[in-house]
Every structure is written in structure tokens, then in C-alpha cells.
């Protein structure tokens, strides 16, 4: 209402920085180390594991240039991020370990700093596993969705049992031992839990303090999927969740919520919110074939493969078409009032349901 009189609104200064994009190094990579998962989940946007191109496990050596690639592309950037996802990355752990090991022997050569983050089911979750995760990645996400009645709907085995009894005392052990160091519990909330507060509440009480819960991005012809309709009763729920959270803090039961973590006034900078997350330009997956892709929610379909690091080859014309696409670039977005709390959102999600 204050936008539509007028009454909000400061000079835009910001488009001037979007041809800073162009000539971005890459300086993060999803390596999707297994096409294969242990889980089922009914919602999983990479065809429950394999992504719709068959189980495979990666190889140390497409692994090994998957790096290569990574501190060449870089250029002078220090800083480097490798997610170590999937399927299940934990199905291929012993080619995760080769990799870290690999990268760090290369740090000082070449002036790089890598962090690792790793994204599990938790199903093969051990004591070992859980140390070395906490030595040696930066971050871990850990996925559950919540109340077990939640979870086990649509997180579920091959045999269609659910996962939370066995994952839930795992995530404890490896947060309880995780000191300082960065994770978050992610959720999926569907049609079937609207009231998803209560599952925040939930993990929160389970001793998880740092959460995250995003709404499925499906096809709304299926039961889970969320439609225009459920609108009303999602913003109410993230109103009623804020209240909650204040509550919590006031009594020392506080918890971030990924989501309400964003300020204007502070970081992301302002370069990094014309686009939001980077897929395509300076930031890639690769799967266990060694073919490059703009994130990994493009795998899968080979008219976005951008070349193969097995080859060397990579398409630096679909680089510099990602490096345009931004909040200016997008008509919907280059007058909305928060297009620099979204950054245009998600290119997978538009390209795929628009």
C-alpha cells in the first residue's frame, strides 16, 4: 500500500554494478558423488536419486578434475566452496574422503581456501562419519521434516517405512559433538503440514537450533503440492512462527530460522542480491559422469549440459547468459518493492513451472 502511493521508495543505484557479473570466477560446485539414494522421498526433485539418468556412483577421478576445474576457473578468488551432495553423498564416502584430501593438498599451491559442506539423509550416519564431518566440512545439512508423522510421510525407505527413529538420535550425536561449526536441519513443508511451525517447534526441542524450512516445489496436480489457495494460510503460519520465535528468545529457547535471517541492512551484499545464488556463472554442479551443469537442479536435462570436465570442455556463451540474468534483466522484478530480499528467485524453479 505505502509502494502503490508513493510512499516507499529510494533512488536504485544498484543496476549500474550488473555487468560486474559477466567476468565472475567460478568459486563454488555442487559434486553430486552419487546418482543414488537410500531414501525414497515422494517430493525428491532428482527423480528419487538418480536423477532420472540412472544409478551411478561418481569416481575419484572425475572427482580429482572436478577440483582441477574449479581452481582454474576461480582465477585470483581465495575462498572456494565444494558441496559434497547427491542422492546420498554418503554412498560414496570413501570418494568424498579422496577428494578433501586431494583439494587440501592443493591449498597452498594455488593459494585456495576450501570449505566443504556436506547435505544428508543421515541413514548412514556413524561415529566415524559423524567425526570426520565435524573435522573436516565447513557445514553440514542435515534433512528431516519434522514431527515424525510429518517426516515419515514422505522421507521413506525402499520399503516404504520411514526414516525418523534412525536419523533423529544421529543428527543429536553429530550436533551435541559439532561444537561451533555451521549446520542447519532442513525441512520440506507440503499440503500435508501447513502448520509447519509446529515441526520448527519440534526440531527445536529435539536440541536443533539452526533450521530451515522451505515450501515443495512440485507439480500441483499432486496431493503433497502446495496452490495458490494455500497462500493465506502459509503467511499467517510464518506470521504466527515469528511471534513464536520472539516468545522463544525472550525465554532463552531461541532458534534461527533460515528464512527470517535476511536485512537489508546487513549481508548478502548488494551485488550478490541482484541474482541471487550464482547457478550457471560462479557457481556449477557435476555429476558422476563429469558433465557440468548450472546447478544441480538443472541435472538431468542435457540442453543446460555446459560441458564435461573429463574433456575440458565448458560453454562460456551459457556462462555470460547466467551472468545476465538477474533482478533487472526480469520485467516482474525491476520495479517490485522486494526484489532484493528474493533476487528474482530460483532459475530452475521458473524455467521448470513457468
Known amino acids: 500500500e505505502l509502494y502503490q502511493k508513493g510512499l516507499l521508495f529510494s533512488a536504485d543505484e544498484y543496476e549500474k554494478f550488473c555487468g560486474m557479473m559477466k567476468d565472475a570466477p567460478v568459486k563454488s560446485m555442487c559434486l553430486n558423488v552419487a546418482h543414488d539414494c537410500n531414501l525414497r522421498c515422494e517430493y525428491c526433485f532428482a527423480s528419487k536419486g538418480d536423477f532420472g539418468r540412472g544409478r551411478m556412483l561418481m569416481p575419484f577421478e572425475v572427482g580429482k578434475k572436478a577440483i582441477d576445474f574449479l581452481i582454474a576457473e576461480s582465477k585470483g578468488r581465495h575462498n572456494l566452496e565444494v558441496d559434497f551432495f547427491g542422492g546420498e553423498p554418503l554412498m560414496n564416502f570413501d570418494v568424498v574422503r579422496r577428494i578433501v584430501e586431494y583439494a587440501r593438498g592443493l591449498e597452498k599451491q594455488h593459494n585456495k581456501n576450501f570449505r566443504f ?37 514422505l522421507r521413506v525407505k525402499p520399503d516404504g517405512s520411514g526414516s525418523y527413529d534412525l536419523i533423529v538420535p544421529k543428527y543429536q550425536k553429530l550436533v551435541s559433538t559439532r561444537g561451533d561449526k555451521d549446520y542447519y536441519v532442513r525441512g520440506t513443508f507440503t499440503k500435508h503440514n501447513l502448520d509447519f511451525t509446529n515441526d520448527l517447534l519440534h526440531m527445536a526441542d529435539l536440541g536443533f537450533d539452526q533450521l530451515s524450512m522451505e515450501p515443495v516445489v512440485s507439480d500441483e496436480k499432486l496431493d503433497y503440492s502446495i496452490r495458490e489457495e494455500d497462500l493465506p494460510a502459509i503467511f499467517r503460519e510464518y506470521e504466527h512462527l515469528a511471534d513464536l520465535l520472539i516468545q522463544r528468545r525472550k525465554e532463552g529457547r531461541g532458534f534461527n530460522f533460515f528464512h527470517f535471517m535476511i536485512d537489508l541492512d546487513q549481508g548478502p551484499c548488494a551485488i550478490k542480491r541482484l541474482r541471487g545464488c550464482g547457478c550457471g556463472n560462479e557457481y556449477v554442479a557435476v555429476t558422476p559422469e563429469g558433465d557440468i551443469f548450472p546447478c544441480h537442479q538443472f541435472v538431468g536435462d542435457d540442453s543446460w549440459k555446459m560441458g564435461n570436465v573429463l574433456d575440458g570442455s565448458f560453454d562460456r556463451a551459457m556462462k555470460e547468459d547466467f551472468s545476465r540474468y538477474n533482478i533487472y534483466s526480469k520485467k516482474d522484478c525491476r520495479n517490485c518493492w522486494a526484489k532484493f530480499y528474493c533476487s528474482g528467485g530460483c532459475n530452475a524453479n521458473s524455467w521448470q513451472y513457468e
Open 117 to 153: 559442506t556436506i547435505t544428508t539423509n543421515g541413514v548412514l550416519l556413524t561415529d566415524d562419519k559423524i567425526e570426520y564431518i565435524n573435522r573436516e566440512m565447513s557445514n553440514v545439512v542435515l534433512s528431516l521434516d519434522g514431527r515424525k508423522k510429518v517426516n515419515d510421510l
